[in-house]
């Protein structure tokens, strides 16, 4: 009920300002040359889903940028939550990682770009590299916090009903941590698709973040509206499937 | 009787038993730095297929005495043997319930009772029709395949007690089980542990708060005194079982006991 309320309002919301700005602009309260209104957009949308842009057709682009994000990013999965789970098991080994993983994370990975270059060259293998560790440090932490917080009753629950260490892993800490996988997932779906850009800016010819900022060069800020309204919409439709996920798969997630 | 004989009619006698000798607990110290001597010199024994209720002020150790026996930590001091050996762990030879149901939010009711049977690798068929049984014996019938969250506080403790039962172990530990339900919940899981007891016929140590509690259920309570815990007084429960609540708490002696009970849990130290 009200949740059906909340998502009309969320439309009228975005209507509104869509309106707002569709007037300012015939009004010509600003220059349509630094921000085109949303009826010239769609007009470059159309232009580009025909014509394409740079030789390219617009789905295209999006299609390399997706495929860099979940490229970089289903490995990213594979390994950091299986090692960010051990690293909150087993102190020794956070130890061992925890200054490099506390190092890189906050650190902009834009300083990264020129050594990726130097080290993995101008290919795909560096856009993807750049995503990747992005993506992997912020589910490390995620799942590590994650395991390292299993909630002592549950664990003195499996000891007591006589679970074997590995048991314990299967049974207790893994389906216990699922919500704040999860949640670094999701994080790190986020941050991956920031460093989209930065990835992108790495001598790229194809993808929507470096459609973007070659538009931004020639002045055609109607197709970098378009390309932010794209990466932003991508991103938005990326978090709503994960979040219908752990809808399924952890269903009990905030209900005591 | 020759000496082999002697050892191994000791050694039968000692199986259901729990035993603490002198045991002592320090929990090390916070930021503050000062050890906490939760328990001194506790010595303790329960035979076998006896229920023994353990009353005493709170912070006085009673929950550090169950969680020693049920291998959670180790005594500082002296010796805990469960069944003849020193406890070295927790283990599925000790059903424990805790206040807290401690549910797996992740599985249904069914598969919370069937754990234990799981995780010791036991077929499923069999493990079925155990979970039936003590489904049926803990009125949960037709919420198998509900969600812990779907349940009541009672349901829920209900689950906990099926969780600890269905693998018949010898040694049952509760920690406070009924201190979250209500007055009439908590009557019905009393009588439903009294019930039981007459089928599975376990050694039970088991903490509580409430005297009517203790009276009502244990063959010999143990008052504890302030902390560091040591045993004030052990009072044998004379009153036959199984127990019929309403007339019990009509007696006479039932009274006298409550009295005596009462008066030795809130003694101040200095009289003893
Ligand atoms: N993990 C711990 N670390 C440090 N001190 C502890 C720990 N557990 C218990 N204690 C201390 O040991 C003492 C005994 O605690 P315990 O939990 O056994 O008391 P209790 O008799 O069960 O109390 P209650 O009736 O309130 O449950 C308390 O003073 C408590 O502060
Ligand atoms: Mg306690």
Redesign the interface.
């Known amino acids: 009920m009200t949740k059906g309320r909340n998502a009309a309002i969320s439309l009228a919301s975005v209507a509104v300002f869509v309106f707002l700005w569709h007037v300012g602009g015939r009004l010509e309260l600003f220059s349509p040359l630094l921000l085109p209104p949303p009826g010239e957009i769609v007009d470059s949308a159309a232009e580009m889903l025909t014509e394409g842009y740079r030789q390219l057709p617009l789905w295209h682009h999006v299609a390399v940028s997706m495929g860099r994000v979940f490229g970089a990013f289903i490995p990213a999965v594979l390994i950091g939550v299986p090692m960010g789970l051990a690293m909150g098991l087993f102190p020794v080994l956070r130890a061992i990682m925890d200054p490099f993983v506390q190092f890189f994370r906050p650190l902009p990975k834009l300083a990264l770009i020129p050594l990726v270059i130097l080290w993995l060259g101008i290919g795909e293998v560096s856009k993807v590299f750049l995503i990747f560790i992005s993506a992997l440090l912020t589910i490390l932490v995620g799942c590590a916090a994650a395991a390292g917080g299993t909630d002592q009753?549950?664990l003195?629950?499996?000891?007591?009903?006589?679970?074997?260490d590995r048991?314990l892993l299967r049974?207790?800490v893994f389906?216990?941590a699922?919500p704040e996988i999860f949640t670094a997932v999701r994080l790190a779906v986020g941050v991956g698709w920031t460093t989209l850009i930065a990835a992108e800016m790495v001598a790229a010819d194809t993808g929507i973040g470096w459609m973007v900022l070659n538009a931004g060069s020639y002045m055609r800020t109607d197709i970098v509206m378009l390309g932010i309204i794209l990466l932003g919409l991508t991103g938005y439709i990326l978090d709503m499937v994960i979040v219908a996920l752990q809808k399924v798969v952890?269903?009990?997630d905030g209900?005591? | 009787m020759d000496a082999p004989a002697a050892e191994a009619a000791a050694c039968c006698r000692t199986e259901g038993r729990i035993v603490f000798d002198r045991v002592a607990h320090s929990f090390p110290g916070g930021s503050g730095g000062s050890v906490t001597e939760a328990v001194a010199d506790f010595s303790l024994e329960i035979e076998q297929g006896s229920f023994v209720c353990l009353l005493g002020p709170s912070g006085c150790g009673k929950s550090t005495i169950l969680n020693l026996a049920?291998?959670?930590e180790r005594p500082s001091g002296g010796r805990v043997l469960v069944g003849g050996r020193p406890v070295t762990?927790?283990?599925?030879d000790?059903?424990?319930v805790?206040q807290?149901a401690?549910l797996?939010?992740?599985r249904n009711v069914l598969k919370n009772i069937t754990?234990?049977p799981?995780?010791?690798g036991r077929p499923w068929e069999e493990t079925l029709s155990a979970a039936r049984r003590f489904i049926r014996l803990t009125g949960l019938e037709g919420f198998e395949r509900h969600?812990?969250?779907e349940l009541s506080g009672g349901m829920r403790q209900r689950v906990a007690l099926a969780?600890a039962w269905i693998?018949e172990p010898p040694f049952l530990l509760m920690d406070e089980p009924f201190g979250a339900l209500d007055a009439q919940t908590r009557l019905s899981m009393q009588e439903l542990l009294t019930s039981v007891r007459q089928v599975t016929g376990a050694t039970v140590l088991f903490v509580t708060h409430d005297v009517d509690e203790a009276l009502f259920l244990a063959d010999k309570t143990v008052v504890m005194t302030p902390r560091p815990g040591r045993i004030r007084q052990e009072i044998l429960v004379p009153f036959p079982q199984p127990r019929d609540y309403e007339r019990l708490i009509l007696n006479p002696a039932f009274m006298e006991l409550k009295y005596d009970i009462l008066h030795a849990i809130r003694r101040p130290e200095y009289e003893i």
């Open positions: 009753g549950r003195r629950l499996g000891r007591a009903l006589g679970a074997t048991q049974y207790i389906p216990g699922l952890v269903p009990w209900k005591s | 049920a291998g959670f762990g927790p283990g599925p000790r059903g424990i805790f807290d401690n797996l939010p992740w754990l234990g799981e995780l010791a969600a812990p969250y969780r693998t």
